[in-house]
């Protein structure tokens, strides 16, 4: 009596989804792949359920604003709390040309009339800093990183 040699079909099935599985992730990106999406601003709004998993245009920590005109000091106060790892960002305009120094980091940054400066970096290190025009040895405010 002759033998039939077919595989039965749950072998079959196994067989190509492990040859398929092999060859997952050799395949490049399809040749016709859609273009870079545009800037999010200029696309209009899809409905969704989902939260965006777009980022943010802003860095998540603490931003601190200062404005610097008129020898006069605005935006913050004269002592900033940050968390201890927390990332900042300090930006600063000014109607001087002037340095930022922020002690104890020894962060520095140029100043121009009219034209936005900033220095971000991550708070590590506890203690009190503070935030001064170098040159006019003018302190603007003080970082209490704990």
Known sequence: MPRNHALPASALALALSLSLA???GQDPA????????????????APSAAPSSVPSPTPSGKIVEVTYAGGEVTGAPSRVPVKLGERV????TSDVTEEIH???????ADLVPGQPAEIAFVADLPGSY???LHDAAKPLYQLRVS
């Open 22 to 24: 092999a060859c997952a």
């Open 30 to 45: 399809p040749e016709s792949a859609p273009p870079p999406s545009a800037p999010a601003a200029t696309q209009p709004a």
């Open 89 to 92: 960002v300090l930006r600063f």
């Open 102 to 108: 922020v002690h104890g980091y020894d962060l520095y």
């Open 130 to 132: 503070e935030v001064e």
